[in-house]
């Protein structure tokens, strides 16, 4: 059963929000590698804010997601891209349909 998730918030640098777009929807081939990771999703909730929200089974098919490629990948990239840190945050998921 699906009961935990990571959202992790992202602001993009002035002129970088296209760039950032194409970041994180380019992970995608990267999730579907991923056992561990059930969903995943690549979002823009505004002009210049992106997130990704990606669900899970297991605390260690969580923790496998976060020390993966694309956690890696988004921390290599962050200082280009992002005007600040990634918010990141572990979730308890309550009801899922």
Known sequence: MVKLAILARLEAKPG?????????AGALPLAMEEEGT??????????ST????????????????????????LMEH???????DPVIEMVDLLAVK
């Open 78 to 84: 962050a200082p280009d891209l992002l005007s600040a």
């Open 50 to 73: 992106f997130g990704i929200f990606d669900t899970f089974e297991t605390s260690e098919a969580r923790a496998a997601h976060l020390g993966g490629q694309i956690a890696k990948a």
């Open 16 to 24: 970088k929000e296209q760039e950032v777009a194409d970041f994180i």
């Open 38 to 47: 059930i969903n995943w999703f690549a979002l823009q909730m505004g002009p």
